[in-house]
């Protein structure tokens, strides 16, 4: 818990013990991303867990490390939200390393999985692993055999 206090006191500004929006804004500035405020709104709203309008470290804790609040049903809402364009895709892939699109590849194919993954495992993957909110109709849009390889994946991505 030492290194994620740390990181919560980066962004802790003022030393009150808990982050504003304000402070979410300033620290993620601070590491090169840029905010764009109905993003902000978002996180702040699935960081919050008592909606007083600050997280906490126990908030932030819960946050960094898997435990973002889901929507009830979430695979429905995925299902029903139409596939982002391949420009989208390409911007929130850009702020993932080729190393952890590496390890969820890796961990399929240990798992079983062929080396040309089928989009709706890898998009389940890289939800959880990667946290990319991809859809398999979003990856669909990038293969016409309905799987990708990580090769294919990076030219459609990282190179495109």
Do not use: W
């Not at 808990?18 to 090169?32: C, D, F, P, Y």
């Not at 609040?69 to 299902?79: F, Q």
């Amino acid at each position: 818990m030492g290194l994620l206090r740390s990181i919560f006191r980066h962004f802790d500004g003022d030393g009150n013990g808990r982050i504003s929006a304000a402070e979410v804004t300033r620290g993620l500035k601070m590491h090169g991303v840029d905010v764009v405020e109905a993003d902000l709104g978002g996180l702040m709203v699935d960081m919050d867990l008592n909606q007083d309008g600050y997280v906490s470290l126990a908030e932030f804790a819960h946050a960094v490390c898997g435990g973002f609040a889901e929507p009830e049903h979430p695979d429905v809402e995925r299902a029903r939200r139409p596939p982002v364009s391949i420009e989208q895709l390409r911007a929130d892939f850009e702020g993932v390393p080729q190393s952890t699109i590496r390890n969820v590849f890796g961990t399929l194919v240990r798992s079983g999985c062929p080396k040309s993954v089928p989009c709706g495992r890898l998009a389940e993957a890289l939800r959880r692993h990667a946290l990319l909110d991809v859809t398999e109709a979003d990856l669909a849009q990038l293969s016409a055999s309905g799987a990708l390889t990580m090769e294919a994946l990076y030219a459609a991505v990282y190179t495109g």
